[in-house]
């Protein structure tokens, strides 16, 4: 073991390096250093694969006798990375990968005029690609499993579809209704004068007071997108972007703190090991979701630190109260963009681009098809037509990235944020905390059921653990009733 | 070299990967990230340094067929690289990187407590180290001509005895005059109020427009102890320490200017080859000395930016004008602290610790006496007496850290700073430039004439093809005199 540890670690260290030169990248670097920056992070990211698929590891692996159940898991996710890394042959990675290169300028270029026709022949050899990678890694009832694979092990297109169609069948009707309803508060005060430094300032004062992300072993900055990023659990970072419609920066830098705090709760023992990472990107959202929506959208949260944003922001809460604040940053409101969507409407966003992707998977709907399908299921589901395809098909970064199969885990997180909230409350001294807004009790139980497992667990294996059930839409469903038909008078 | 080139480029990305890491871990990191960090880098140095002593780098080194000068040039340098980094068993790097450590921690709790004998046996250990060293390089008349060549290839210790020599006898007697003429200023101004943001500004306004370090391509941030860093040509960064000492700041930041700028002209067909770097220590030296000092500290300079420093500092520059702050911040005075010291008295210190090295190499001095030996020469040299062992023979960190041979780089920079300014002033153009405080003649001589050639030509080469003559202590010698003779009114 002791040479496949050395070996995985520095596989790690190649990785964390090349994450933090890329952090760096998004909020540090000069401009002009981009060029070299590129070929500096190419070279990481090569050694990082040649170190981890080549003969040596692949013996290190094979004779690997681990002991004890830590050992076995760092073996187990070890040998599943390798089996999937060494399946893809160079020649495909690097053909890719330019593939990748070219696209992502195209649809720079196409999202710039909205111009659809500039990025189509890219995103069909993108899907022919990702088709080929599928049948490269293997799959058994559809090539969307190989593909979705790679961010949510386990997960199978079926399972996917059962679940979001149960959701949309039960929430469309909310949305109708709530759409009727009109306004439920002012929502002039959402961009209300809010100095932008002060903004990052309380965003982040707040991240550490209620959700324990703290300067010791955390950092936020400024960048146009913002993400989390981490090089190992005491060394994270979170970036947000300010504007002057504040929720932004508040919700956003909350939402890049739940997956901090994921990441901050990943066990030591994991340390420089390919398990020392979250379990999949729905179980990171499904964090990252509930410190932005489930906590950081209740009334309990703003009851108890509105006195720190009056203190904060006098300008924003003059003449307002807890509760009036609470139905302002609640607002719904169906919209042609994903990133701007509220909590009731965001899924329908992810269900349109999945039930898309599964169709230019299987051959049903053809590249040059795709915006009328777009905008003909925003108009079913939402009742919006985008302007253009700028703000329509072309809105999204994935697809010009090769990320298809990347999209359910948004609303795969979505519902597992309620079904860990609603499980976690079964705890009295949770439940307690959570309606006070003191997430210390919520926090230890996170880390005791999700966080401290990092992969040892597939997300499958720890939905089940943690909640005593495979994932459902119930939860959710049930959340958005009881809070938006309060919001709205609905009830 | 195709194969050479990439392999090079390999090696350099990580390099420049680790250089990133180290100065994050002083600009930014959280203080818990700092274990891991430390992993992090030894990883990225240890598959750096395997890369590049592998059988395969030698046998690509072997087998290049350079066409043209900059390809021989790329080959002779990596030879030469390759060369030196086989020498050394790895048995023998991981021997000293242990000691390093250990006396690293044992200098620390030493200088604390002001109690050279928890440092001496670490001390005795590393000099047993380097003596080793220098018999696995080899070398022709003394060991610490193998040291040497580490930071100021081709440079003798026989040569740096000669100048040093020279240096000492004709600069001595100026000391002792200008310690007995007085104060030629209030040097009260040095501490007046000066806001440390302002003065971090103001510094970085001035490295822009006197210097051409512009934000395009640089970036200037805080750390306990300034340094200058770079992972390409177009990717400089440069730290700085502020304190109520105001000129700590100021000059702290032009030194590390002149260190960024050398890095900046090295000619981009060197990009991401072991060429892409400053020649040595002592050139690096000379164009932080000359930023600093020669262009900085001189009269010029403050009559052209007065007036800004009245813009940003009104406090500082009240009742004064630019000559008596001219005179304020070029004073001389005698110091036990190395790193405090004037352009007069510094080489006095590099002198001393360059003598003791010798001594402890040839084995006439024993660690056990050194701060006795120490102390003497303060005396001898500048009337000092340090205080206690702190403020004397443990004020440095580079022995702990086996960097014997290291000091007098700072001097042969001195040296070197005030050669080349007189030899670039013999166009008039640029001796115009310098008088009037517009430094771009400079700039641009120094990128045709120093800058350009990166690794390419060994000091000497480059000191003699620039200036037209060896390295010699006469020019910085007059310079010391002419202006000081001025500014202590000794004509």
Redesign the interface.
């Given at each position: 073991m002791e040479g496949l540890r050395r070996r995985l670690?520095?596989v790690n260290?190649?990785r964390?390096?090349?994450s933090?030169?890329s952090w760096?990248q998004e909020t540090?670097?000069?401009?002009?250093?981009a060029?070299?920056?590129g070929?500096?992070l190419s070279?990481?990211a090569?050694?990082a694969h040649e170190l981890f698929t080549d003969a040596r590891t692949g013996e290190l692996l094979a004779e690997a006798r681990p002991t004890g159940q830590d050992e076995e898991a760092i073996v187990r996710v070890a040998r599943r990375d390798h089996g999937k890394a060494t399946k893809l042959p160079t020649a495909f990675v690097e053909e890719k990968t330019r593939a990748q290169n070219e696209a992502h300028h195209a649809w720079l270029e196409a999202r710039q005029h909205s111009d659809f026709q500039t990025f189509a022949p890219h995103l069909r050899t993108m899907v022919d690609l990702v088709r080929r990678e599928a049948d490269l890694l293997g799959f058994d009832d559809h090539p969307y499993d190989a593909l979705l694979d790679a961010y949510e092990p386990g997960m199978r297109a079926t399972q996917v579809r059962a679940v979001f169609s149960d959701l949309r069948d039960r929430t469309l009707p909310l949305v109708r209704r709530i759409t009727a309803a009109g306004d439920a508060a002012d929502y002039s005060v959402l961009t209300r004068p809010f100095p932008h430094e002060a903004q990052k300032a309380f965003a982040w004062d707040i991240a550490g007071r209620a959700f324990g992300l703290r300067?010791?072993?955390?950092?936020q900055d400024e960048s146009a997108h913002p993400f989390q990023s981490n090089?190992?659990r005491?060394?994270?970072r979170i970036t947000t972007r300010v504007q002057d419609y504040w929720p932004t920066c508040l919700f956003g830098t909350w939402h890049e703190t739940g997956h901090a705090m994921y990441e901050r709760g990943v066990s030591e023992r994991w340390?420089?090991t390919p398990v020392s990472r979250g379990a999949s990107l729905g179980v990171h959202e499904s964090q990252s979701r509930m410190f932005e929506n489930l906590l950081g959208r209740s009334l309990p949260f703003w009851e108890r630190y509105f006195p720190a944003l009056q203190q904060a922001a006098p300008e924003v809460t003059a003449g307002l109260d807890a509760r009036t604040l609470y139905l302002a940053v609640n607002r719904v409101q169906p919209s042609a963009i994903r990133v701007e969507a509220d909590e009731v409407t965001y899924n329908f966003h992810t269900l349109l681009r999945f039930e898309l992707e599964l169709a230019l998977l299987e051959g049903t709907l053809d590249v040059a098809d795709l915006p009328e399908a777009w905008n003909a299921k925003m108009q079913d589901y939402l009742g919006v037509t985008p302007p253009d395809d700028a703000q329509g098909v072309l809105q999204d970064i994935h697809w010009s990235a090769g990320l298809i199969g990347y999209f359910p885990t948004y609303t795969l997180g979505n519902l597992l944020s309620v079904q860990l909230l609603e499980a976690a409350q079964r705890d009295p001294a949770v439940a307690e905390g959570v309606a006070q807004a003191e997430y210390g009790p919520l926090l230890a139980w996170l880390t005791e059921h999700v966080h401290q497992y990092g992969r040892s667990l597939t997300p499958g294996e720890l939905t089940e653990r943690a909640t005593g059930r495979p994932l459902s839409a119930d939860p959710y469903v049930a959340y958005l009733h009881a809070k938006y038909e309060d919001i709205y008078g609905l009830k």
């Open positions: 670690a520095q260290d190649l964390a390096a090349a933090l030169l760096e540090m670097m000069p401009p002009e250093a060029r070299v920056r070929l500096q070279t990481l090569g050694l300067s010791d072993f955390a950092r090089f190992s005491s060394d994270l340390e420089r």
